[in-house]
């Protein structure tokens, strides 16, 4: 089998995976006996193509575990209220000329706070859509200020699986790449947040609905205490609590509110850690049910398998071309562009956010090292790249599901606007804002030529 032949097939069936709407978890284990094969055929023994899979698939054992208590939060923060807070007074500040804005803002929020994209585009992002529809209000403007704000969090939160997995491969700390998405994310926001504000007087809202706000207030007890989880979440890593001891305190304080503030039993405050919450109220379900850590094993299987896959392509030198053509790029425009082409191309042929990064960051790690750059640096720019660009791209399942949960279509992407500013001023000002100790002085030059 040729190189040529086994990336055909490979890509093929990650193609029937999309079209079909399916895992792309048998894409991936079909392109590990690809490549298996075809490392056979080069002379690698099964023990030597297993080692080279062990040493990447190790890298991200860690990450595992922050994967399942990120999927215990998404249960505890349903049943204690703590999202239904959030979407209820967002939704009560809401003034006409404000919607769009407060849409944005309110899921850049819960997004901070979830760490999953999906979780708020499925919760808040529903329900702001539908009030949308109700109140006479652009839809493609609507879902993209709702995804741009759902994302915001995937690069930056304490809770992201995907800040998460970005640091596991570049062996970094999260909490340093926390500090720099926040050097490099102030401008694109307050650039967003101007965007949004004319929108928002462009296109007012007509009217709430407030039946939606009286099943809230009579299903749950909206107090103050229900705030408490997202606020330590928030606080805690300001004082250099580690990620892991962070989100532990923010699922047992959720855990907490639920039983002394919701009032649920030990039993069914457990069961949704686990399986994930049902609210009883019936109109509840489609905002409010799920979560739990059952929810991040496919993904954790998904990251797991594509670890090995990425190490068995690298080992047997699957990628040295593309490797190549990655220096290329990087010698001719910079690192940072040189990233985002290779995520972006990444991002519509595999079609799924993690496995652009897992991909992403082998292709470009050598490139980073010859230049003198920190593995820092290279975590920054994935974040800047992959991890938000992904969502732009109609077809992949970062754009597709979200787009779909909200009944949209890709003529959300233009309003998507956070999505590209952070990559273009992250461009436009990666010099300047995070200085010599993150960035290697040969790239420095390198980038210069572009500016």
Known sequence: MSMIAAFGLFLAAMLFSVVKGISALPALLFGVV????????????????????????????????????????????RCSGTITFFIY????????????????????????????????????????????????????VTAGAILAGAYFGDRCSPASSSAALVAALTGTEQRVNMRNMFKTG????????AVYAVLSVR?????????????????????????????LMLILPL??????????????????????????????????????????????????????????????????????????????????????????????????????VTCVAAGM????QSIVVMMGEPLLRDAYERRGASKEELAVDLENSGIVLAAMIPWNIAGSIPLHMLGADARA?????????????????????????VRGKKEQLSDSTII
């Open 349 to 352: 042929v595999l079609c799924n």
């Open 203 to 231: 296109n007012p809202i007509q009217g709430v609905d407030e039946a939606l706000l009286d099943t809230l207030s009579a299903s749950y007890n909206i107090s103050w205490w229900t705030v408490l989880p997202a606020v």
């Open 34 to 77: 690809l490549f298996w094969l075809l490392g056979l055929r080069r002379g690698y023994t099964p023990a030597q193509m297993w080692d080279m899979m062990r040493r990447e698939g190790a890298k991200l054992i860690p990450v595992l575990g922050v994967f399942l208590v990120i999927g215990a939060i998404t249960g505890l923060w």
């Open 239 to 340: 004082f250099h609590l580690s990620i892991r001891a962070t989100l532990a305190t923010g699922s047992i304080a959720a855990f907490l509110v639920a039983v002394f503030v919701q009032h649920m039993g030990l039993g069914e405050t457990l069961q949704a850690t686990f399986m994930g919450y049902q609210p009883a109220a019936e109109e509840l379900a489609k905002i409010l049910a799920g979560g739990g850590v059952i929810s991040m094993v496919k993904s954790s299987v998904l990251v797991m398998v594509t670890g090995l896959y990425a190490g068995l392509l690298s080992g047997i030198g699957a990628l040295d071309g593309v490797r190549s053509w990655v220096e290329k790029c990087a010698e001719r425009c910079g690192l940072f562009p040189a990233a985002v």
């Open 89 to 140: 007074y967002g939704i009560r500040i809401i003034t006409p000329k404000l919607f769009v804005l407060v849409a944005f803002l309110l899921t850049s929020l819960l997004s901070y706070a979830l760490g999953t994209s999906f979780g708020v585009t499925g919760t808040a992002g529903i329900i702001l859509i539908a009030l949308a529809r109700s109140g006479d209000v652009s839809v493609p």
């Open 186 to 193: 102030w401008l694109p926001m307050a650039l967003s947040v």
């Open 413 to 437: 992407i233009p309003y998507m606007v956070l999505l590209y500013m952070i990559p273009l001023c992250h461009w436009l000002t990666k010099r300047w804002l995070l200085g010599d100790k």
